[in-house]
């Protein structure tokens, strides 16, 4: 049973920064890619940031520079450390897994099932 659970959401102020963490269960980071991304209401999800399994990151060209995805594998965690936070970063956040369009993802809009494990998402407010 895969579990993927978010954290770290909150309230920033412009120019600062939040460290997003997914911690997962039942799941083998090497052997999928895991990714980041976002939601404004009322539109679909769009891709932040994606860690592939041979190690690559592609971000988003709204996250490249500003946001840093990482992964620590002994605490089982994917993390987005996200800087230079901008009030359209105001939006909720998610985790998810394993997609066979890892590379395709950042920048675009991502229907639920092009991954197959999400997280509930986290909600991040910049003012």
């Known amino acids: 049973h895969v579990q993927l659970v978010e954290s770290g959401g909150g309230s920033a102020q412009t120019g600062g920064s939040l460290r997003l963490s997914c911690v997962y269960s039942?799941?083998?980071?090497?052997?999928?890619?895991m990714g980041w991304l976002r939601q404004i209401p009322g539109k679909e999800r769009e891709g932040v940031g994606t860690?592939?399994?041979?190690?690559?990151?592609t971000y988003a060209d709204s996250a490249r520079g500003r946001f840093t995805i990482s992964h620590d594998g002994a605490k089982n965690t994917l993390y987005l450390q996200m800087d230079d936070l901008r009030p359209e970063d105001t939006v909720m956040y998610y985790c998810?897994?394993?997609?066979?369009?890892?590379?395709?993802?950042?920048?675009?809009?991502?229907?639920?099932?092009?991954?197959?494990?999400w997280g509930q998402g986290t909600q991040v407010t910049v003012s």
């Open positions: 039942g799941y083998s980071a090497g052997r999928h890619c």
């Open positions: 860690l592939d399994r041979d190690g690559t990151v």
């Open positions: 998810a897994a394993d997609t066979p369009w890892c590379k395709e993802v950042p920048g675009v809009p991502v229907a639920r099932g092009v991954f197959r494990y």
